[in-house]
């Protein structure tokens, strides 16, 4: 079987699952191309710097010291097969496994829902945006089949969403988190567009980017819809 591909590592960090002491792994290739990904290094398919073995004889060393591996990239779920035969053999260390994905590959996630524990799915705009975010067209149906896959198992999940002012409104937030009400879902995060860019086309005030936080109705009316809302400044 193919070996999966890292690119990029982080060996601790507290808030990439939630209520655990986490390493992150982000795996090399990406569907999409969102106009604000701060990880294009990681996008096209490819070779990954780290060796796999080594990965898990280090993960292998950190097992009593951190609780989770999560895998996040790029898109993970890219790597198929041979990603979900990793994160079997991380989980049997006796980690949590978590997982950062854009909802592309419904199928694979259906496939790897037995051990994943728990997953960060982005919902990046509304389906008319979508397009024009992310340069595909079906990438909300399937980001919505995702979710509705993820549902189905009843294992935990927070959805996600970076306010571009370039991509999305006031309303269409607030339009996003009552359609993710009304399917069940109970954990959302919003988070601020943070320009990785200076040229004219990523250009964004201050304030268009505070606009979603600095809104105390459209807060309130956001967190009345979920367990819990967290705001990522
Ligand atoms: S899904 Fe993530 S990694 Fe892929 S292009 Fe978008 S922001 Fe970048």
Known sequence: MR?????????????????????????????????????????????????????????QSRVGKLEAVVFSGGEALMQGPALIEYMRRVRELGFAIGLHTNGFYPDTLARAADVVDWIGLDYKATRTQYPRLVGQNVAHDHMMRSLDVWLSTGKDLEVR????????????LLEIANGLHDRGVRNFAVQKYVPHFEDSEHFTTQQQRDQFFTDENLRHAIDALFDSVIWRE
């Open 161 to 172: 969403i970076t306010c571009d002012p370039r991509f999305v409104s006031k309303m269409d």
């Open 3 to 59: 070996e999966i591909q890292i690119g990029g590592l982080v060996s601790f960090t507290t808030i990439d699952y939630p209520g655990k002491l986490a390493a992150v792994l982000f795996l090399v290739g990406c569907p999409l191309r969102c106009a604000y990904c701060s990880n294009p290094h990681l996008l096209n398919v490819g070779d990954g710097q780290y060796d796999q073995d080594k990965v898990f004889d280090w993960l």
